[in-house]
């Protein structure tokens, strides 16, 4: 899967289209589909990982790093989320 793929499918796990995530961060439409053939700058990589909360390099690389829980943690719906950081606070 590459970027553009993790990109559209947690977006669309998160109720997002692509083009409602470009317009809601001021993208141009089909900026990200584009990302396919162009480089993308670094601060739209970051503003997307930022609005889907996920991390920056899983969303880039696809790996998940030395942390396999927060990979699966940032891949969770919004509402399994909050669920999790609800359960954790009261701990």
Do not use: C, H
Not at 42 to 68: C, E, F, H, R, Y
Request: hydrophobic share 40%; net charge positive; glycine share 6%.
């Amino acid at each position: 899967m590459n970027m553009v793929e993790r990109i559209k499918t947690t977006a669309a796990r998160q109720g997002y289209t692509l083009a409602q995530l470009e317009r809601s961060l001021g993208f141009g439409t089909r900026t990200i589909y584009k990302w396919d053939r162009n480089l993308p700058s670094v601060d739209k990589v970051l503003a997307v990982a930022n609005i889907l909360q996920v991390p920056l390099s899983w969303l880039v690389t696809g790996d998940v790093g030395n942390s396999p829980l927060e990979a699966r943690f940032a891949l969770l719906s919004e509402t399994d989320k909050e669920k999790v950081d609800t359960s954790w606070r009261s701990a």
